[in-house]
């Protein structure tokens, strides 16, 4: 007869985690990351130097900037090698990959989120068009990071006359979920968790390898009645930890919001925005999106999408979505990111992604932080800083319509309007439109033969994707085309005969 899973306390469980084996997170930013369980893990190295040359394996980015999230695993010799979508948000696993201390590599989160759950299959990896032509690809880099890390992870393969990208499988032993109750037999539900996450592929990858599964849920009762709440099973489980509510918080922006989990009927409310080149861009990239678009926006200035939305009253002309799992509902922001306020439904990170790849997005807006003259786009190279694609490629290869949103230049930028005409009181000190990018994450003839509709916006001008490259379209009413456009790009676009942007997007209150 089958027991229950054991209850324990975190330093007990994490006591179970042997060296050199794989472990996978489970985690959106702060939702649903096991934050007491990697406290308890860091803590336990620095006492006995144990665990030792782990491989770290997870799909979004975890952290808060700082020493949250899986900054608790970033000790030199806790960690041997990393295998991460997002690499930002924890600034110390990215620090020990640029000096070259642990084997490090970067792969679409959309991608990984899928391998945790071919890995319980036990099949042999991804096989996607996700990540070819950019650096992840292994005719470029193969998303190694630095040249410790050489054993390469995905391959070019062919079939039927086609070519490929393997991501292959590797063995899961260790599993860190968590939850938000558990019963008696180890039956784990997420009611007030922001996200279901990959939580289940996680547990079956390490079940079906012989590894162990441990659990962080904020409560333990003895029955969970209502079987469809289950996320996880609890023949799954090997470990229960009950947290304290400081390291279970539902994401690290928030202790508890219940507009993440319950959905309320009426007009869903977001902040205004003051009047800036955020707004500007905001206003132009809203007006790409059609009546009935399924969206999604990317993190930073994307987001201002949302917000021209819902003061303009167009939030219900249109559905957002988020990579993580919500439909519907106002996207979060910061350490917030990846949950949506008032959402009508949230399902698994794995089939949103699976319906981005199959190309159910019709329209996105993403970032930018380098964009050169055949409109490919770096957003994870910063000098001596590393962020990472995450759904960035999946998102970019696959939505119908994309509109890149990003100032013109970086850097103390400073603009006003007066009259409807945009004037610039700070220039930007770094350009943005450059020669050569330093890491491709979209490439740009790849997505003309995809056949999708590519388009860049700054608060001064906006330019599109042609089979001759970059060619300007509009320029902002006051902004001279020479001196303030054509002269602080490291290239000439292809220029015709641009029209003016909207002159709505300058508007002020």
């Known amino acids: 007869m089958r027991g229950g899973a054991r209850v324990m306390t975190a330093d007990e469980a994490v006591a179970l985690i042997p060296s050199g084996v794989t472990v996978a997170v489970s985690g959106f930013v702060g939702a649903g990351h096991p934050e007491f369980l990697t406290t308890a893990i ?148 997420m ?27 904020e409560e333990l009762v003895d029955c969970i009645e209502e079987p469809k709440a289950v996320r996880v099973p ?47 861009i905001g206003r132009r990239a809203l007006h790409e999106i059609s009546s009935g678009d399924i969206v999604n926006l990317g993190i930073g200035l994307p987001e201002a999408v949302a917000f021209v939305a819902a003061e303009e009253g167009r939030l219900a002309d249109f559905t957002l979505t988020v990579e993580s799992g919500p439909t519907g509902g106002i996207p979060a922001s910061g350490l917030n990111f990846g949950c949506s306020q008032g959402p009508e439904a949230i399902i698994d990170q794995p089939s949103q992604f699976d319906f981005y790849d199959g190309g159910g997005l019709d329209f996105a807006a993403l ?50 309007c007066d009259g409807g005409n945009l004037k610039i009181l700070k220039e930007g000190e770094h350009c943005k439109f450059v020669n050569r990018i330093a890491q491709v994450c979209f490439h740009g003839p790849s997505a003309l033969a995809r056949g999708q509709r590519v388009i860049y916006v700054t608060e001064r001008a906006v330019f599109q994707l042609t089979p001759g490259g970059l060619e300007l379209i509009e320029v902002a009413p006051g902004i001279s085309l020479e001196k303030q456009v054509l002269d602080l790009m490291e290239f000439r676009p292809r220029v015709e005969k641009p029209g003016a942007m909207l002159s709505e997007c300058f508007r002020k209150p």
Request: aromatic letters at 6%.
């Open 42 to 189: 860091e803590q336990r190295f620095l006492r006995s130097n144990q665990p030792r040359d782990l491989t770290l394996l997870y799909a979004a980015g975890q952290g808060d900037r700082k020493d949250r999230g899986l900054n608790h695993l970033a000790h030199e010799g806790l960690v041997r090698r990393v295998i991460g979508g997002h690499w930002n948000l924890a600034p110390k696993l990215g620090r020990l990959a640029l000096e070259n201390k642990i084997e490090a590599y970067n792969f679409p989160q959309g991608v990984l989120c899928i391998l945790l759950r071919e890995i319980a299959a036990k099949r042999s990896g991804v096989i996607t068009k996700v990540g070819m032509n950019t650096f992840i690809d292994p005719a470029c880099q193969g998303g190694r990071l630095n040249s410790r890390t050489t054993t390469p992870l995905v391959e070019r393969i062919t079939l039927d006359g086609e070519e490929w990208l393997w991501y292959r499988a590797l063995p899961v032993h260790v599993g860190l979920i968590r939850g938000t109750r558990a019963d008696r037999r180890g039956n784990i539900s």
């Open 191 to 217: 009611e007030r968790e922001a996200l279901i996450g990959e939580v289940l592929p996680i547990a079956q990858a390490a079940k079906n390898h012989g590894g162990i599964v441990l659990a962080q849920v």
């Open 234 to 280: 609890g023949i799954l489980v090997d470990a229960l930890v009950v947290s304290d509510a400081s390291h279970h918080a539902q994401t690290f922006g928030e202790s508890f919001n219940p507009a993440y989990v319950r959905r309320r009927a009426g007009t869903l409310e977001a902040p205004k925005m003051a009047f800036s080149e955020r707004k500007i």
């Open 367 to 416: 970032g930018a932080v380098e964009i050169d003259r055949e409109g490919s786009v770096n957003v994870t190279s910063f000098g001596n800083r590393f962020a990472g694609v995450g759904g960035f490629v999946n998102i970019s290869q696959n939505a119908r319509k994309l509109v890149f949103c990003c100032t013109f230049r970086a850097g103390d930028l400073e603009v006003d």
